[in-house]
């Protein structure tokens, strides 16, 4: 298996012990859409297969000087990226999914998906930091139960412009859900770091994002469930820089092959908006079978 390349967008996330100089002086500078762009135009262009935006809402002060608390909102990101991008996809890494109502994740993702010729991939998971739970007044306790009637929910809505679905905690029948997404499935990865959640994940969606993880303890969770055919393993790699180290780009792509990974979530080394571009086309001139080179399709 060759791992396709996405990336871990710059800027848009940016945790304190792996941002780096140049984000967060973008950040403060008077262009960040502007850099954004160039960024997804080039990875348009060379054939990445996705970008990627992450969702926290609002992170405690004491919390976000050890996680961070730069967290750009993902569908008002993703759908700016896609208005200047034609084949890469469009990736939540991750939705929260107890955050939100499953009918109000079809409909915006669905016009996302719909504006952006269905190149949304959805990311989800069950979420951890029980403070932004209580501030948004979703349920902390019972998430995992939660999640999965939601994602079920999310599955019976995507795409359908009279969904319908009954549960015990969202029940919904002749509602009118226009513009939904052009497509009825829609690739679902879900994160985690326990065979908890690759259960759910083989149960409910397309994919597993695990993070945290050594090379050995994934590999041992990764095979002690069955999956099906064309199911997704993404990895985030180490940072990797083609320029400076190039063989030790190829080896941390090469273990991600060796554990089975279908892509990855990539961060490149870089100094400045232009030198993570120039990482950029670098990187496809190393791995050139991990690129695209015609219109993307999921």
């Not at 679905?165 to 497509?183: I, L, N």
């Not at 089975?260 to 496809?284: C, D, E, I, P």
Request: glycine share 10%; with cysteine.
């Amino acid at each position: 298996m060759t791992a396709r390349i996405g990336l871990l967008t710059p800027v848009v996330v940016q945790h304190p012990r792996t941002a780096a100089a140049w984000e967060r002086d973008v950040l403060a500078g008077p262009d960040v859409g502007g850099t954004l762009l160039a960024i997804a135009r080039a990875a348009d262009d060379l054939g990445y297969h996705h970008l990627t935006c992450s969702e926290h809402v609002a992170v405690p002060a004491p919390i976000a000087a050890e996680r961070g608390g730069t967290y750009f909102d993902p569908v008002a990101t993703l759908s700016f990226l896609a208005s200047a991008t034609r084949r890469v996809r469009l990736a939540t890494n991750v939705v929260v999914i107890g955050y939100h109502h499953p009918l109000a994740l079809a409909k915006t993702y669905g016009t996302l998906d719909l504006l952006s010729n269905g190149r949304v991939i959805l990311g989800v998971g069950v979420g951890s930091l029980q403070e932004e739970f209580d501030l948004l007044g979703a349920e902390f306790a019972g998430r995992g139960a939660v999640a999965d009637e939601a994602i079920a929910a999310l599955r019976a809505a995507w795409g359908r412009a009279v969904p319908h679905h009954e549960g015990p905690r969202f029940t919904f029948t002749d509602f009118v859900v226009e513009p939904h997404a052009p497509r009825t499935t829609v690739p679902l990865w879900f994160g985690g770091r326990t065979r908890r959640s690759l259960r759910r994940a083989v149960a409910y969606g397309t994919g597993w994002a695990p993070f945290g993880l050594g090379p050995q303890e994934l590999t041992r969770l990764w095979h002690s469930v069955e999956r099906p055919d064309g199911f997704d393993l993404v990895l985030q790699v180490p940072p990797l820089d083609p320029l400076g180290d190039p063989d030790g780009s190829r080896e941390h792509l090469r273990t991600a092959d060796a554990v089975g990974a279908t892509a990855v979530n990539a961060s490149l080394v870089a100094t400045s908006a232009a030198h993570y571009l120039a990482q950029m086309a670098a990187l496809r001139e190393l791995a050139p079978e991990r690129f695209e080179t015609t219109a993307a399709t999921t």
